[in-house]
């Protein structure tokens, strides 16, 4: 029953991080329109979001502009702002259609239930028999394999790449890779981080760990001329 799980609160299953992602829908101009025909933006920077991203995505006819943020929620509207002035030409003369504002989990929470649930009446056979702790112990194997994945993306890329200058500088680089743009649009669509090609992934990590040299070698040189 949702991100705020009434069920998940009667029950104590436990608090988790989260952000907040807020979004307008704005029916723009055709001519505009074509621009997103064939393309979706991303905007990186402390204005837009000091943790997270800004986005513009395209619809069937309109577009979605909206940011997120897990450590400066209050800010939210703030930031959205912001994204619609970094997308402001693009989207001028557009109406804004809905807005729209959901919790997105960066971890599960303590205790699962549903799964749990699950794997007692497959354990018990219907209940026909006593389930003892390995047959509850079957869906924390299922859920890690399942989730874990997802969450650990979710993670890395919230702690590492959207909270410095340099990260993001990192993260845009890293982005430019055909092979990134591939996973990141099939994770997308089936809403799972889809398996790689393990060749490929290697050469992934050793990019982005040289993009991340780089990007911090950059602020340090910055960092002399502002002193």
């Known amino acids: 029953d949702g991100a705020n799980s009434r069920v998940a609160k009667s029950i104590g299953a436990g608090e988790y991080e989260y952000a907040i992602a807020f ?14 025909k064939e393309r979706a933006e991303m905007y990186v920077g402390d204005d837009v979001s000091p943790d ?3 986005w513009v995505f395209p619809k069937c006819d309109h577009v979605a502009v909206g940011t997120g943020t897990v450590t400066h929620k209050a800010d939210i509207k703030k930031f959205q702002a912001a994204t619609r002035l970094r997308a402001k030409d693009k989207i001028e003369g557009g109406t804004i259609i809905r807005v729209e504002a959901h919790p997105i989990p960066e971890h599960p929470r303590p205790r699962s239930g549903q799964m749990c649930a699950e794997a007692i009446v497959e354990g018990s056979e219907n209940g026909s028999r006593m389930i003892d702790e390995g047959d509850l112990r079957k869906y924390l194997e299922k859920f890690d394999k399942m989730y874990w994945p997802t969450y650990k993306v979710l993670d890395v890329l919230q702690k590492v790449f959207y909270r410095s200058n340099a990260a993001r500088e990192a993260f845009v680089e890293m982005c430019a890779d055909e092979y990134v743009q591939k996973m990141t649009f099939d994770s997308y669509l089936y809403k799972k981080v889809v398996p790689g090609n393990p060749l490929d992934d290697l050469k992934l990590a050793v990019n982005t760990i040289g993009s991340l040299v780089r990007a911090n070698a950059l602020r340090r040189e910055m960092d002399k001329l502002t002193l």
Not at 23 to 36: L, S
């Open 23 to 36: 979004q307008e829908r704005v029916r723009i101009p055709e001519t505009k329109m074509e621009y997103y």
């Open 52 to 54: 997270f991203y800004g």
